[in-house]
């Protein structure tokens, strides 16, 4: 398929839902910027996705750095409007925000050292939640956005609950919700809307870090009323809607793509004989 002059800022593009969105999007002709932190073991994934997005057609722009840098950020918008001076007309459709690096500390330990530290607390918000209002700052003070561009954060049922080891995120995923809430508004005048996508429990590799990952994944398949878990795909797919002009009054947000796992407990009752 031709690429179009349409662009995916893609934070967190190098797998999960970020590279699930890349490839999805790619097949629909949107060329993909994206953003991720991989060392050497983790390139040969970057170069497969890199290639398969070359073999679709679209253009593709890519960034291996510490996404919550103010130096690298600079350099990310430097290198986009480079691109865009080369192919005039090109507009950055959707920015999803799709980074996982938080730490799993608890807040509560007998060492000092086994409990979160204000180092962590604040890198988890600095990655996981702030990073979504710079990058939109900047992509909109640079007019790489038109009116009809998505902003879009990926939350989790976990932004409203307590969850072991889980209290650095939760804290992220209810401010990343807020955030986009108050993007939602402020970009009104801009024609962008700012939503977050509340995905159902989805094996990748960031569930993988979590220490209790089976148990999760075994509860959520037993609530699900689908008894799987989300594929980063099915996220995908929704983002594909998400771009059309047609969602365009889908504002300020927060989308469940779980197939039903927050809203229904399948273990609660057992249907009668
Ligand atoms: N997996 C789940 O069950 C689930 C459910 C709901 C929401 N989420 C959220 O979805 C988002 C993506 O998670 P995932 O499961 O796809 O994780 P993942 O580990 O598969 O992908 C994370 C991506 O973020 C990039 N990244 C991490 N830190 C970075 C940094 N400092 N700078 C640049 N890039 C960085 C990685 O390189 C990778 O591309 C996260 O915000 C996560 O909390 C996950």
């Known amino acids: 398929m031709a690429a179009s002059n349409h662009y995916a800022l893609i934070l967190g593009v190098s797998s999960g839902f970020g590279k699930a969105a890349a490839l999805a999007l790619a097949k629909d002709g949107i060329n993909i910027i994206g953003v ?116 879009i954060g990926l939350t989790s049922a976990g932004s409203s609950r307590a969850l072991p080891v889980y209290g650095a995120v939760s804290a992220a995923k209810a401010a990343l919700e ?14 962008i809307t700012a939503n977050t996508i509340r995905a159902g429990v989805t094996y990748t590799p960031a569930l993988a870090k979590i220490p209790s990952a089976e148990a999760i994944m075994n509860n959520a398949m037993m609530r699900n009323p689908a008894h799987r878990l989300t594929t980063p795909e099915d996220v995908a797919n929704v983002l594909r809607l998400l ?10 947000e927060v989308l469940g793509v779980d197939g039903g796992e927050n809203s229904v407990d399948m273990t609660l009752w057992s249907a009668p004989e």
Request: with cysteine; aromatic share 8%; charged share 20%.
């Open 36 to 151: 991720h932190l991989d060392r050497a073991a983790g390139m040969q994934q970057v170069d497969e996705l890199r290639a398969q997005l070359t073999q679709i057609g679209v253009r593709q722009l890519f960034f291996n750095v510490n996404a919550a840098d103010p130096e690298r950020r600079a350099d990310i918008m430097q290198g986009i409007e480079a691109e865009f001076q080369a192919h005039p007309g090109s507009t950055i459709r959707l920015m999803l925000h799709s980074l996982a690096f938080g730490t799993l500390k608890p807040f509560i330990a007998e060492r000092t050292n086994d409990a979160i530290s204000q180092k962590n607390l604040e890198m988890t918000m600095d990655v996981m939640a702030n990073s979504i209002i710079y990058y939109t700052q900047d992509v909109v003070r640079h007019g790489l956005m038109a009116p009809g561009g998505r902003i």
């Open 243 to 252: 771009i059309k002009d047609e969602a365009g009054w889908i504002n300020a």
């Open 178 to 191: 807020s955030y986009c809430r108050q993007l939602a508004m402020e970009l009104a005048p801009y024609g």
